[in-house]
């Protein structure tokens, strides 16, 4: 029978190759020292791909070598000091596995450290003991989500045993991803896992009464889990985009009030992008802010609406013109809500997830290629959900860290939305957002190429995986391409009276052109067949 597999983090010094080789001896488990590999693979020492590739290749090294290891059963895994602290490697290893941290102090780490581990460019600078003790308050919040098991003044066979002991007879808790994501006053985390809404009050602090905002599909499932909770109101709403709007806003206002809802209470969005968004909405004005938190129930709503601090509805003239800027004080994305979400919904929202590995993430598109449609009931399969979802939300944090108010840089997460929301209202919300976003974003790599910025192949390939995923790649030919571009011309992007796209150079290269004729537009509408 196989074992769990072990894996140690911490810094380096902190003893995890000692302490592994002596625990896999003891366990019957095979050690792995992450470092190891990627100098055996790149022929090259960790110094020399710090210092001849930079930091950003040794990282993805790292990222290929927690997804091998990954699901790896009967190892003890020594983990670079650096690895566990990307929150996709955390996720790929602690998934099934157990994982530890080894603590040391300052003191005993520089004790242990040789003169070239002293000469590696982590550690250059400052004095040692200063460096490391500034290192680890940096980490000391990333370290603190596994166990902590003292290394520092102890002989390894010692620390051995006692992780040795931990293990014995039990099996591995469920993962559970913190991201914490930064804004301009604050921070919150965003929780990634599985049965997480069951024990929410002992996940995030809820001070106050608790009012739930959700919608009637998402009620029958999954509100019983709140509970616990003993919300004061729980407001169901209507499902889909035609209820995004000021009557359903109203609707809420009303029934917090009524429910005696005041300013120290917390409002809880349990949905997908359309509640989240309305929910966010009433939270920022609802007495002019009161808490807020959310509860993803899409793929769509994990990996996007729900981080960036966006809120909104609809007018009739046009999607998401009203809103207000409101962050969270959590995210929890409970992954077992995604077990009674539609196969069409489901895969709408990857295409929120082609549309990241577009912008920065070359491995998301990767693994959507590997995805395959299970036969039964038409869902989308992915081999780890749990860790495409975290790799997709990490690229919109870092691009709502450093543009948290849309002034710059965020607009590159518009790639396909020009079109797609165009496309969602001259459908009448027939389309649903994130059908209208694969669809958009294959009009962007169209007009991209169609302008000479990128190759006409990467369109050919996004059509590929789009397809795979079950979504669409064409704009309904009842829908004519010269009211698409009319409906454009009044989307908030439009910016001093042009419109603006976000068009591709290559992956990872969007950039933003407020210069496209509008001849290009309307036959990049009508290549994807528009009428
Ligand atoms: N604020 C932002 O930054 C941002 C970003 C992207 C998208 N959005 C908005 O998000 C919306 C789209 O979000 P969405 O795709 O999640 O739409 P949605 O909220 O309408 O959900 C899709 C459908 O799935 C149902 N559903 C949701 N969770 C379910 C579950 N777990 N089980 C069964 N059914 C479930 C809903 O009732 C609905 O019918 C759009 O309005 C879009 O503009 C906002
Ligand atoms: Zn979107």
Redesign the pocket.
């Known amino acids: 029978m196989s074992l769990p597999s072990i894996v140690l983090t911490g810094f380096m010094g902190s003893g995890k190759s000692t302490v592994g080789r002596v625990l896999a001896e003891g366990s019957g488990r095979q050690f792995v020292d992450t470092d190891d590999l990627i100098v055996q693979e790149s022929g090259l020492s960790v110094d020399e791909i710090f210092q001849q590739q930079g930091e950003a290749t040794f990282r993805s090294r790292e990222r290929a070598v927690a997804r091998r290891l990954a699901g790896l059963p009967d190892l003890v895994i020594a983990s670079g000091g650096g690895l566990m602290l990307d929150p996709v490697n955390a996720t790929l290893l602690g998934q099934n596995n157990f994982v530890f941290c080894l603590v040391a102090s300052p003191e005993e780490i520089l004790a242990r450290l040789t003169a070239s581990d002293l000469s590696r460019p982590l550690l250059s600078g400052l004095e040692p003991e200063v460096r490391i003790a500034s290192l680890l308050a940096e980490r000391a919040e990333s370290y603190s989500q596994f166990p902590p098991i003292s290394s520092g003044s102890r002989p390894a066979a010692a620390v051995a045993e006692e992780i040795a002991r931990l293990v014995a007879d039990s099996a591995p808790e469920p993962f559970i991803c913190r991201l914490p994501v930064s804004h301009p006053t604050g921070r919150y985390p965003v929780l990634v896992g599985n049965g997480l809404l069951e024990r929410l009050e002992t996940l995030v602090d809820l001070n106050g009464q608790v009012a739930v905002v959700t919608?009637?599909?998402?009620a029958q499932?999954?509100n019983r889990k709140l509970s616990p909770l003993n919300p004061q109101v729980v407001v169901t709403v209507k499902?889909?985009?035609t209820h995004?709007n000021l009557d359903t806003i109203r609707l809420i206002y009303d029934r917090l009030l009524a429910g005696g809802i005041d300013r120290q209470s917390t409002l809880l969005a349990l949905?997908?992008?359309?509640?989240?968004?309305m929910a966010?909405f009433a939270a920022a004005t609802y007495m002019r802010g009161i808490n807020y938190i959310s509860c993803?129930?899409?793929v769509?709503?994990m990996v996007?609406?729900s981080v960036?601090g966006?809120?909104?509805v609809d007018l009739p003239q046009g999607?998401?013109l009203v809103g207000a800027f409101k962050q969270p004080l959590a995210v929890v994305a409970d992954l077992d809500?995604?077990d009674?979400?539609?196969a069409e919904?489901f895969s709408?929202?990857l295409a929120?997830v082609v549309k990241h590995g577009l912008l920065s993430a070359p491995a998301l598109l990767e693994q959507l290629e590997e995805a395959a449609i299970s036969q039964n009931q038409g869902k989308v399969n992915i081999t780890n959900v749990q860790a495409l979802i975290v790799e997709a939300i990490l690229v919109k944090r870092d691009v709502v860290e450093a543009d948290p108010f849309e002034l710059g840089r965020r607009k590159v997460l518009n790639l396909g939305h020009t079109f797609a929301h165009a496309i969602e209202q001259a459908s009448v919300y027939q389309v649903?957002?994130?059908r209208a976003v694969a669809i958009g974003l294959l009009a962007a790599l169209h007009l991209s190429a169609a302008l000479g910025y990128s190759q006409p192949a990467l369109q050919e390939r996004v059509e590929d995986i789009l397809g795979g995923l079950a979504l669409p790649t064409r704009i309904p030919g009842k829908l004519e391409a010269e009211y698409i571009l009319r409906l454009m011309d009044s989307d908030k992007k439009k910016s001093a009276g042009r419109l603006q796209f976000v068009l591709l150079k290559d992956i990872g290269q969007p950039f933003i052109n407020d210069e496209v004729p509008e001849t290009a537009v309307l036959s990049t509408l009508r290549a994807l067949g528009a009428g």
């Open positions: 919608d009637q599909n998402v499932y999954h499902a889909g985009e995004k949905g997908g992008g359309v509640v989240g968004d966010g993803p129930t899409t769509l709503s996007d609406a960036g966006k809120t909104g999607k998401n809500t995604l009674t979400l539609p919904e709408a929202g929120e649903s957002h994130g």
